[in-house]
Structures are given as C-alpha cells and as structure tokens.
C-alpha cells in the first residue's frame, strides 16, 4: 500500500476519504495513511530535534501508562529556532 507523502496535500486528502482520519492516540506503528520510518527510544535527559516542517509523534505504545504528577509525567517542550 502506498502511504501519503507529507509534501502532497491531494495525497493526503485522498487517502483520508479513502481510509477515514484516524483515531486521536499516539501513533505508535505504521497507519493506512503513514509509515513510520525511525523511533527513537524514550531516555532521562534526551533532547531530539527535527525540522518543523517534519510530521512527528511521541512514542508511545498503547501499554505505556503516563503520570498526571507533574514530578513523575512527561515534559515536553516545543521550542522554535530560527538561522537568520
């Protein structure tokens, strides 16, 4: 099956009347619409950084339980640079 690429809206668009938006979740494997092509393992401390332009999900598979402690949860941070 061929997957949307994210630069062609009329793919996209076609492949949702095809298949339906998804569910709301985290993604966390290939969908009629995407294929997952890297993961990065969740570790303390790390940072990755991507292009803002790139289509991303956090990992994390249906099993994987968050805390609401603000001490103990996932801390995101979305976070714009710019090489002027």
Same mark, same amino acid.
């Given at each position: 099956?061929? =997957?949307? *690429? @994210? $630069? *062609?809206?009329?793919?996209?668009? +076609? !492949?949702?009347?095809?298949?339906?938006? &998804?569910?709301? *979740?985290? @993604? +966390? !494997?290939?969908?009629?619409?995407?294929? =997952? @092509?890297?993961?990065? &393992? +969740?570790?303390? $401390?790390?940072?990755? @950084?991507?292009? !803002?332009?790139?289509?991303?999900?956090?990992?994390? &598979?249906?099993?994987?339980?968050? *805390?609401?402690? &603000?001490?103990? !949860?996932?801390?995101?941070?979305?976070?714009?640079?710019?090489? $002027?």
């Amino acid at each position: 099956m061929r =997957r949307a *690429s @994210i $630069d *062609s809206g009329a793919e996209l668009e +076609a !492949g949702v009347q095809a298949h339906g938006m &998804p569910e709301a *979740s985290y @993604i +966390a !494997g290939d969908t009629a619409l995407y294929e =997952r @092509i890297a993961v990065q &393992p +969740a570790r303390f $401390d790390r940072a990755l @950084i991507y292009a !803002g332009n790139t289509l991303h999900c956090a990992y994390l &598979p249906p099993e994987v339980v968050l *805390s609401s402690d &603000p001490l103990a !949860g996932r801390l995101t941070l979305n976070l714009f640079l710019f090489d $002027d």
